[in-house]
């Protein structure tokens, strides 16, 4: 009946005539609104979600039996670095198995420097996951003074400024910062609020991997809401934590300045991944001025046993403040020169070289690396405690920071594979740190509110028809540190714009993503 009368209110009789393509039938609905859970229908028809309810089973293609299971909208994971691995594996497996349908990509101040064609390009290979991207601060500084250690002139600045709205005009969902990277980092706020400014013309989000996220983490955040507030835009603090042993504690703390931002009336949210341990650049752990200028350049400096010597020491003096004797914690996850110390702590690498088991020479150990390209890395310093601390915060989305992963390929970060997993069996179901209603929320309607990904988020009728169907009782993640390659359990189907893409567990090899473009988007 409920069918029956929708149809009659619909002009394009035939098309209900039809029947809808799909029925999910009794599941434990959860709408991404934060509200309670309920029983009911979900019906889907051309992509889109056409009814909710008690819903007649007669005429429909394929009707899937949720009974025991949670019916959700599909996650959005709003920091991702999916540059670069698109054709390599279209049909992002580790995405699709924790969940996700939709992904935002651009972060860290790195994004593809045309993203009209970027966007065109992934519009035609079809990924299985839906994808939006910012455009990076980091990308445009590059393409206008390179990787030079000053500050742009008026022209220059203008320039920058005038690639970011164009790249608002082609889709971009807002300005990305990755102020502790090259180029990024030598830049002062004053030119990051000119470009914010160019992008909140297209209301577009400003989203920062913050200066520094350890002893400087208070500065660091103040700066990124003073951004917000002189640019007059919506903030997202990505992957936020208090990094380092000696910062431990200080989550009380730096939540209260976002809640204070938020009281003062700016729109301020941040994002977090559920692990104690970060993934970034071996460069990280440098000081930034003898990466200036590119990789020639650092081999050239560190060729000079002064500079060599004055860069072991800032080294030295950073491990001390971790309260650390060696650099245990920063493991490799890719080093393109030797791939077989990938897996391994630098500490173990430095003793497998029959160096001295002293930090002094894992700094050697480290410099050659950085001469022989670099590595990604996976950092061990964060304290459980501020992990939850953090995850309590209501304004708080769950994101991976990950690209889509190659099977079998480096020892990369597990929150590549399982983050959304992990919070609803760990930390939803094991620990009660939140409630399963309030994590789907957090996973669905908020990201899709803040980043502007319109008719999505919800399950809500006339909404695109991402939607999972998953086991709260057996919803795990594999991936550990040690064996990252695991794809994540208990995601039954996977529904992307209404193609199921997950069937009874299985990736089946649909790729029905769209692109979902800025609001600036004038193409």
Not at 227 to 234: K, L
Not at 267 to 272: P, R, S
Request: proline letters at 4%; hydrophobic letters at 35%.
């Amino acid at each position: 009946m409920r069918w029956l009368i929708l149809c009659l209110m619909v002009p394009v009789v035939a098309s209900c005539r039809q029947g809808p393509d799909l029925l999910i039938r009794n599941g434990k609905i959860i709408d991404g609104t934060g509200n309670s859970w309920y029983y009911g229908d979900v019906a889907v028809k051309n992509g889109k979600i056409v009814a909710i309810g008690k819903l007649d089973s007669v005429g429909f293609t394929r009707i899937i039996n949720a009974n025991g299971l949670i019916v959700a909208p599909g996650f959005i994971d709003v920091h991702t670095h999916i540059e670069g691995d698109e054709r390599e594996n279209p049909e992002a497996n580790n995405f699709i198995y924790d969940g996700v349908t939709s992904v935002v990509t651009g972060n860290c101040g790195s994004s593809q420097p045309d993203l009209n064609q970027y966007l065109k390009s992934l519009d035609s290979l079809k990924l299985s996951v839906n994808v939006a991207s910012l455009v990076g601060h980091n990308t445009v500084r590059r393409a206008v003074i390179g990787s030079a250690n000053r500050d742009p002139n008026p022209a220059e600045l203008a320039q920058m400024s005038q690639m970011v709205e164009q790249a608002m005009k082609d889709g971009a969902a807002g300005l990305s910062t990755g102020l502790i990277y090259i180029p990024g980092t030598y830049s002062k706020t004053p030119e990051v609020v000119a470009l914010a400014k160019a992008a909140s013309k297209y209301n577009g989000v400003y989203a920062s991997h913050m200066r520094d996220e350890g002893d400087s983490v208070v500065q660091a955040i103040e700066e990124a809401i003073n951004i917000g507030r002189q640019a007059n835009m919506p903030v997202e603090i990505s992957h936020f934590k208090v990094s380092g042993q000696q910062n431990w504690g200080r989550s009380k703390q730096t939540l209260e300045m976002v809640r204070n931002a938020r009281n003062e009336g700016l729109d301020v949210t941040i994002d977090q991944y559920p692990y104690t341990a970060s993934s970034t650049s071996l460069s990280t752990l440098l000081p930034e001025w003898v990466l200036a200028d590119g990789q020639d350049s650092l081999i050239a400096r560190l060729s000079r046993p002064d500079v060599r010597k004055s860069v072991k020491e800032k080294m030295l003096t950073s491990l001390k403040k971790r309260r650390l004797k060696h650099f245990s914690y920063a493991m490799v996850a890719y080093h393109k020169y030797d791939t077989t110390l990938n897996g391994k702590s630098i500490e173990a690498i430095n003793l497998l070289k029959e160096r001295k088991h002293k930090a002094l020479d894992e700094t050697e150990t480290i410099l050659q690396m950085m001469e022989h390209g670099g590595a990604g890395m996976v950092f061990h310093g964060m304290s459980e405690d501020d992990v939850k601390e953090i995850m309590q915060y209501p304004f708080n989305m769950f994101a991976s920071d990950a690209s889509i992963r190659i099977f079998n390929q480096g020892a990369p970060h597990p929150r590549g594979y399982g983050t959304n997993a992990r919070v609803l069996g760990k930390y939803v179901r094991d620990e009660r740190v939140i409630i399963l209603e309030e994590a789907i929320r957090r996973m669905t309607s908020l990201p899709a509110q803040k980043f502007k990904l319109n008719g999505r988020g919800l399950l809500k009728e006339g909404y695109a028809a991402d939607i999972v169907v998953f086991d709260e009782k057996t919803v795990a993640d594999l991936s550990t540190f040690d064996k990252p390659h695991q794809y994540s359990t208990g995601f039954k189907y996977v529904l992307v714009n209404g193609a199921i893409t997950v069937d009874n567990g299985v990736h089946n090899g649909t790729r029905a993503g769209n692109i979902l473009y800025g609001p600036g988007h004038t193409r």
